[in-house]
């Protein structure tokens, strides 16, 4: 009985999107933007990385040909050099909004149709009912920043004085959330936790998808950093995924990384989660070599979008890619006759662009495996194609969105 693979590289996303304008993000661009800085020297950085963009793996899948479909333009060193390992194409999001759970669910078969709510960019940002209820509930002294900012910067603005104080600090950008974060000794990562767990009651008036806990650790003097002990609190997705179908196939699921919080750990199996891409990744392996046959494992590798999207590193997103490739034959030798792996996005986060958020963009859709037919599947006009193509090959009826290619 055939298995599948789904790997999604958090934010790498190929440009194109016909509705970007209307995010502001008209003109974004991931992958080709990365390859062009790295052909410019852009990309280099001493002691991580030099040269132009090396993916030779996923070329061989198609990922320049998908890039090339989207956009019209072929990135520098992504055309294929020899015969095609795999298929490739693209998927279109049809989803409103740009982050994470809209690009997942839809992936899964339920594209989100309903408006998120969102916070103004004002300072502050979030309602007074809802900040007063927080305090009150969670007996804090107070909060901190209560306005849009960078994850990283917000630590360094706010964290001496969250250290000193106890104050929690809240912050949120143009995506549906709200993100706090705190220290893990001096607050201590279960309160913050169980602070989320109120924020995301409070949330869900307001139509928020996340709250997420931004723990951190270090002090002024050595500096703050974020840990992997991320932890988001979603609401659930409002109708069946291919997750929910598969359990009530009784077919085995892992999912690795974030995706048991994206979907509030419903029909989620045996969740994995493993701080960096490439423990996420070693984890995706090692479940593929144990899956039952039938069976379905669901990763994300989210460091491409959260080191190095949001933090617009050039250099080191081309490296995190560059990282990736190198793994692709782990990927490979972990496979049997029949298995399916599809590598794709959730949505994209041009390291070039302006600001510090996600960019609405097309995303690679790259299948391979033994007895994969290559060739292009075309532009998928949703990435539900993706789950849909899932369960045609998995052999299980699909009652949701999406169209196989299979």
Aim: glycine residues 12%.
């Amino acid at each position: 009985m055939p298995r599948a693979l789904i790997i999604v590289l958090d934010s790498v996303g190929i440009g194109g999107a016909e509705d970007a304008d209307i995010y502001g993000d008209a003109g974004a661009d991931t992958v080709g933007h990365i390859a062009e800085a790295c052909a410019e020297g852009r990309g280099d950085q001493v002691g991580l990385r030099q040269g132009p963009l090396n993916l030779p793996h996923m070329t061989a899948f198609g990922l320049g040909l998908a890039c090339e479909a989207s956009t019209g333009r072929m990135p520098p060193n992504l055309a294929p050099k020899g015969p095609l390992k795999g298929a490739w194409g693209y998927g279109v999001e049809t989803s409103n909004g740009k982050d994470t759970p809209s690009g997942h669910w839809e992936i899964t078969g339920v594209p989100v149709t309903f408006d998120w709510g969102y916070f103004p960019d004002t300072v502050p940002s979030f309602p007074k009912e809802l900040t007063d209820a927080l305090i009150a509930r969670a007996n804090l002294p107070g909060i901190l920043a209560n306005k849009h900012a960078s994850g990283t910067v917000v630590i360094d603005d706010y964290g001496a004085e969250h250290v000193r104080t106890g104050k929690p600090i809240c912050y949120t950008s143009v995506d549906s959330v709200l993100q706090i974060a705190a220290h893990e000794e001096t607050f201590g990562l279960q309160r913050l936790y169980d602070l989320c767990k109120i924020a995301r009651e409070l949330c869900d008036p307001y139509n928020i998808g996340r709250v997420i806990a931004r723990p951190f650790v270090g002090t002024a003097e050595t500096g703050f950093k974020r840990t992997g002990n991320r932890k988001d609190f979603a609401v659930f997705p409002p109708a069946d995924t291919i997750l929910d179908t598969l359990q009530k196939a009784g077919r085995a699921i892992v999912t690795v990384g974030k995706i048991g919080d994206i979907f509030a750990h419903r029909s989620t199996g045996k969740e994995v989660k493993p701080s960096g891409n490439d423990a996420c990744l070693s984890a995706a392996i090692d479940a593929m070599k144990d899956l039952p046959d039938g069976g379905f494992v669901f990763a994300n590798l989210v460091d491409f979008d959260t080191e190095f999207g949001h933090r617009r590193d050039i250099p080191g997103y081309a490296a995190a890619l560059e990282a990736f490739d190198r793994r692709v034959p782990e990927i490979e030798a972990a496979l049997k006759p029949g298995d399916l792996v599809i590598i794709t996005a959730d949505h994209g986060n041009d390291p070039s662009w302006r600001g510090t958020d996600h960019t609405r963009e097309h995303t690679p859709i790259l299948a391979f495996g033994p007895g994969v037919k290559t060739g292009s599947v075309g532009r998928r006009e949703s990435f539900a194609d993706i789950g849909a193509s899932v369960l045609a090959h998995l052999k299980v009826p699909h009652p949701g969105k999406g169209t196989s290619w299979l």
